[in-house]
């Protein structure tokens, strides 16, 4: 079953994240923990989707279009064009530790999101 837990229209982001995006952790924390009720049926909550542009918003990241986007390794990409190209498939991959660590500080926008407060099988998948 797929259900949309909430929608963004406008001409920009908003400009207050912590006002935005709280609710809607707190929410998904909330089912993921209880679940949703229907009638006498209670539905786990496994997985919460966004497209790629919510994704790098909801996680305080860079653009998925940037030279550090990549969400999986530290691979570094190398515009050419309106193309970034990405040829380091050695690069060490991110781990929860270095994401909530922040060391990556080409990856991570100067604001944190309250999404780092969502628990892990909650996380954002795209």
Known sequence: MTT???VFCGFTKP?????FLRPH???VNKLQSSGLRFGNKTVGVKLHMSDLPARC???ATI???GKHSCHK???MGVHEGKNVIVEDVDAEL???????????????KS?????CGARPAARTRT
Do not use: I, L
Request: aromatic share 10%; hydrophobic share 20%.
């Open 4 to 6: 949309v837990a909430g």
């Open 15 to 19: 400009d207050h994240v912590e006002g």
């Open 25 to 27: 952790v707190d929410e």
């Open 57 to 59: 918003f909801a996680k």
């Open 63 to 65: 653009s998925y279009v």
């Open 73 to 75: 390794c530290t691979c």
């Open 94 to 108: 991110r781990t929860e530790e270095s994401f909530k660590g922040r060391t990556d500080k080409e990856h991570h």
């Open 111 to 115: 604001w944190k999101s309250p999404r």
